[in-house]
């Protein structure tokens, strides 16, 4: 019953972390700060996706994948809203870290499924860990460039120094590469059909199907 | 058949075109295989891997099928070894303070390169490996693969700049730039290479041993 006592724990902080959020909502309402409110808004709602993903499709996320998801968001908003970017050296590669282990988390995610439900496509396990670097540095790298983007279009600063973005991408491949090692291990205990089915992908897709085929009568 | 195709095939069999194919592959190589040794005695650590990389995906076929006609299409050859072209020429030194937009020619060289080793990979995997892809995985496989090299790459520069004291990074803007050129040059070859094996002729095809390589598994 331990496991269940964790998991237990991690939803209550998971609901401690949303009510940051909010918080730091109300608290930009009030004090007129009104920069990082669209962040906390954004991160509640995508927050709240592997719930609406639970109720709607009946799939399933692990719960230490959301908690992760809820911490990421945590740490980008609060900690920023509470100037940690500015304040605490490094802040940013911390953000950079979570948030690449959650991209490759999820990657690995998709990757899994897609090699579960496509037939024609079969990944064996170095080639998923090679894929889940790869990804999570492709992702970096696109967000760089919005980040880039951004800074030229809007005159914000996202991006302080070549250093700065060069070492944020070198965080990313660390982030990578630790959940493509942690994911190579994991399937080695567990199958991938096994893992597939915990996120109950089988449900999910009846409940698509159904929802299109409505659609279609409807149409 | 099982014997013909490993021993390769008889002189009398190959016609005039395929004859030339071969040459013009085999000689592009040849600038890739010269520009790497160039490249190592000037120690530049990451050309060198890109060259070696490069080289050994394009002998693999060769080696393993013992057959010399089995080499890249010639297009794509030159197409992998055009940057390492461009890195090593002295003339690219000069023409980058003439024209602005050299830099921009070099960087979509690159990523072509860089997205037809994906390719190339997606390929080779699928011939050596109990690796499996459809179409549209192969196309995102290209495209992501190319962007993370970009980004590997300008990492590794980074720390190569800091380690060694070399200046081959600018200023954050021109590794953006760069780095979005990847982008547009990753995205239209993952178009590219998906066009170039629909339209490619059958029967080229086959002479090259690309067989239904990109096809759904037979």
Known sequence: MGGACVKERLKLLSRAMQAGMVAVVMAGLITGNFTWIPAALLSLFVSEVPSLLRRDLRLVLPIELNFWIVLALFFHVVAGFSGFYDRVPGWDHITHVLSASLVAALGFVLVVSIDKYVDSIYLPRPFLAFFIVMFTMAFGVVWELLEFGNDQLTGSRLQYSLSDSMIDMMFDAFGGTIVATAGAHYLTHTSPERFVESLQLDHARERVTKLVERRRGMS | ?218
Do not use: C
């Open chain 2, 1 to 218: 058949m099982e014997a013909e195709r490993h021993m390769g095939r008889s002189i009398a069999s190959v016609t005039r075109d395929q004859i030339l194919e071969a040459e013009l592959s085999w000689i592009s190589s040849l600038v890739l295989f010269y520009s790497t040794v160039y490249l190592v005695l000037r120690l530049d650590v990451l050309w060198v891997v890109f060259g070696i990389v490069a080289l050994s995906l394009y002998v693999l076929p060769i080696v393993t099928s013992r057959d010399p006609f089995r080499a890249l299409p010639w297009e794509m050859t030159i197409v992998l070894s055009l940057p390492i072209l461009l890195h090593v020429s002295e003339g690219s030194r000069a023409l980058r303070e003439t024209a602005v937009w050299w830099d921009d020619l070099t960087s979509l060289a690159f990523a072509f390169s860089t997205s037809t080793i994906g390719f190339l990979l997606t390929i080779e995997l699928r011939m050596f490996t109990s690796v499996r892809m459809n179409r549209p995985f192969a196309i995102f496989f290209v495209i992501m693969f190319t962007l993370a090299i970009s980004g590997f790459w300008q990492v590794g520069e980074y720390v190569g700049d800091v380690v060694f004291g070399t200046q081959s990074q600018a200023t954050n803007g021109a590794v953006m730039g760069i780095m979005l050129w990847s982008l547009v040059g990753g995205i239209a070859m993952g178009i590219v290479y998906d066009v170039y094996l629909k339209s490619m002729s059958a029967k080229r095809m086959k002479a090259l041993g690309l067989v239904s390589l990109w096809e759904e598994p037979v």
